[in-house]
């Protein structure tokens, strides 16, 4: 069983910057995928940013690419979300997901796509 626990999360202001972090437990990743989804008041789930396991390569949504980046550290077994230059429409619980499942070489962008999540950490941006 894998357990995600966010953290990081709180208030900024329009520009600033916060890192996320989720720490995964009970197992050790050598391959699938971590993800980052956000879910603001009255919206669905999107898609933020995901990360292969095997080859490191990352993938983000239009609408953070250049401001999010998604990170690993495997000694901690442990995803990181940098968040730069925070807009208001970035508000939003952020949840950490992971794919255990086998997984190609693409990227996985759908919250079906993910088998364990997180609890999710609030993110406040005010202008």
């Known amino acids: 069983q894998v357990q995600l626990v966010e953290s990081g999360g709180g208030l900024a202001q329009a520009g600033d910057s916060l890192r996320l972090s989720c720490a995964a437990s009970?197992?050790?990743?050598?391959?699938?995928?971590m993800g980052w989804f956000r879910q603001a008041p009255g919206k669905e789930r999107a898609f933020v940013a995901t990360?292969?396991?095997?080859?490191?390569?990352?993938y983000s949504a239009d609408s953070v690419k250049g401001r999010f980046t998604i990170s690993r550290d495997n000694a901690k077994n442990a995803v990181y979300l940098q968040m730069d230059s925070l807009k208001p429409e970035d508000t939003a619980v952020y949840y950490c997901?992971?794919?255990?499942?086998?997984?190609?070489?693409?990227?996985?962008?759908?919250?079906?796509?993910?088998?364990?999540w997180g609890q999710g950490t609030q993110v406040t941006v005010s202008s």
């Open positions: 990360l292969n396991w095997g080859n490191s390569r990352t």
């Open positions: 997901a992971a794919r255990v499942r086998y997984s190609r070489s693409v990227f996985y962008t759908r919250g079906d796509d993910y088998d364990y």
């Open positions: 009970g197992r050790s990743f050598s391959s699938g995928a």
